[in-house]
């Protein structure tokens, strides 16, 4: 089975702080997702990559950033937390060979800044 | 962006009871596919219809698509507690190439035994 685990299910942080939410999967998927998730918005796609050191830019990018170093990791960045950006984040794995792009869901990161 | 759009917005049935939810979409699609997420937690995949098949079946869900009205619909049959979660469909636009799903916002589904 396709695992995507993500550090932490819940996190709490101040303002201004940076702050790292790592994902992980296993199954050499090349495409991963970061998506923010709020009540009445649905998910939002922040970030995508579809290679090592590839990203692309999401709906909603601003005051985020990602890294991809590793084809099994990515990480995405809040470089100064705001209260704005308290909510789920979920991230997400796909095959980019195994059209049409069904996604492997992580359990999300709650993330509460105060 | 472009956004699938589920309907009702939230939907509460009697365990046993048959439960249907709605998707519309803009444009044409490449596939449509539906998901769903238990209370804070990620989102599974539960089935995908592609734009050339009109309906699939999956255990005791049945998937429609109507690629004229741009919409498709989810039914569960026989109802149970444990289908209560929320319920979003996805689509991957015709000409997207590698861009990611497209999702709604949900369709709450309480189910009560």
């Known amino acids: 089975d396709v695992k995507v685990t993500q550090s932490s299910r819940y996190l709490v942080k101040r303002t201004g702080e940076k702050v790292f939410l790592e994902c992980v999967q296993d199954m050499d998927h090349e495409n991963m997702f970061w998506y923010r998730q709020d009540p009445g918005l649905g998910l939002r796609l922040i970030y995508f990559?579809?290679?090592?050191?590839?990203?692309e830019k999401g709906d909603i990018p601003e005051g985020y950033s990602v890294s991809r170093e590793k084809k099994e990791r990515f990480s995405l960045i809040l470089e100064s937390a705001s209260t704005n950006q308290t909510s789920m984040y979920l991230c997400a794995s796909s095959l980019l060979t195994a059209r049409p792009y069904e996604q492997y869901f992580g359990p999300g990161t709650r993330l509460t800044v105060t | 962006s472009q956004q699938g759009e589920e309907d009702p917005q939230a939907l509460s049935i009697q365990e046993g009871e048959n439960a249907t939810m709605n998707c519309s979409y803009k444009?044409?699609?490449?596939?449509l596919q539906w998901y769903r997420q238990n209370s804070g937690r990620g989102l599974v995949h539960l089935i995908l219809?592609?734009?050339?098949?009109r309906e699939k079946h999956s255990g005791r869900l049945r998937v429609t698509l109507d690629t004229s009205k741009k919409s498709s619909s989810l039914l569960i049959t026989a109802s149970r507690a444990a289908d209560t979660a929320s319920y979003f469909c996805?689509?991957?636009?015709?000409?997207?190439?590698?861009?990611?799903?497209?999702f709604g916002k949900g369709t709450r589904l309480s189910v009560i035994a």
């Open positions: 444009t044409s699609i490449n596939n």
């Open positions: 990559s579809y290679d090592v050191k590839m990203k």
């Open positions: 219809i592609r734009s050339n098949e």
């Open positions: 996805a689509t991957v636009y015709r000409d997207s190439g590698n861009t990611p799903l497209v």
